[in-house]
């Protein structure tokens, strides 16, 4: 595993800039229906929020590392009582931590408190790559680093594994929100096991009948399997929230004090009589 361990041991942070760098360049160059102006000024607006989660990352990083050490160190958690070679642990590992996401990723379209927070990641009306680092800091603590540890506490997961699972998942994420196109036949066929872009796409539909869908990161199994899983042919999709969808909504100032502003959330059917009288 001495392969694993070099890779896991480089700045998780180069591997960010990597991946936005890349497709950032990719979005200016290959333009899709989702193509829109001010491109800047959003980006500027997402690494703020990116920033803000790098500082607030070093006290949620160090609890989560003192956590999960001292789970390991007392071997609590499903997989010490069975003996498995390590590949197979680390396998079964990466599969469990996206389980464990979908649930708290679940929890927090449910729970208004945690929705509060997490729908800031939902605000984005017009998405690109940089939409991965739109998040609260305080939805990351709520949410993210409470996830790995009860992960870690039920399954006997350690860091190494969940180092392979950032490295797995931060792909998919950033194609996920990128603004490219994807073919459909992705969707189809790699779509039955795993989470297309166009199918996190219809998870940021301003319809919450499709918000609340497609919950999953890596695996869309899970959404198949319990019931959450929707499709809709991505140019029927509206992104974001309307809630938000006015440009002074969506600084990174406004959005930062936005869950402790009361917002009432617009339901499927007040969106449909807006379309109409829109019309
Ligand atoms: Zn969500
Ligand atoms: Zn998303």
Redesign the pocket.
């Given at each position: 595993m001495d392969f694993l361990d070099k890779l896991l041991s480089i700045d998780f942070n180069y591997i960010l800039i990597g991946f936005i760098v890349v497709f950032y360049s990719m979005e200016q160059i290959l333009r899709t229906r989702f193509n829109f102006n001010k491109r800047p000024g959003h980006l500027f607006h997402n690494l703020l929020f990116q920033i803000v989660l790098y500082v607030s990352n070093i006290f949620y990083a160090t609890v989560t590392v003192f956590s999960i050490v001292w789970l390991n160190k007392h071997q609590v958690g499903l997989l010490y009582l069975v003996d498995i070679p390590l590949w197979v642990k680390l396998v079964v590992g990466v599969v469990l931590f996206d389980l464990t996401t979908y649930w708290f990723h679940r929890l927090a379209h449910k729970v208004p408190l945690i929705w509060s927070f997490h729908k800031v990641?939902?605000s984005d009306t017009t998405m690109d790559a940089s939409?991965?680092f739109r998040g609260h800091p305080v939805e990351s603590l709520l949410w993210f680093g409470t996830s790995n540890i009860v992960a870690a506490a039920i399954f006997g997961l350690d860091l190494t594994t969940m180092g392979l699972y950032f490295l797995v998942s931060t792909p998919f994420?950033f194609m996920?929100?990128s603004n490219l196109r994807y073919p459909k036949w992705l969707d189809k066929t790699f779509g039955l096991i795993f989470t297309t872009p166009n199918l996190?796409k219809i998870?940021?539909d301003q319809d919450q009948h499709y918000t609340d869908s497609n919950f999953s990161d890596i695996f869309i199994i899970w959404d198949r399997l319990f019931a959450t899983y929707t499709y809709k042919p991505v140019e029927e999709i509206n992104l974001g929230l309307k809630e938000f969808d006015e440009d002074k909504k969506q600084t990174f100032w406004y959005l930062m004090k936005s869950p402790f502003i009361k917002i009432k959330r617009i339901a499927s059917e007040e969106l449909t009589n807006i379309d109409k009288t829109s019309v």
């Open positions: 990641h939902h939409t991965t994420v996920e929100h996190h998870h940021h």
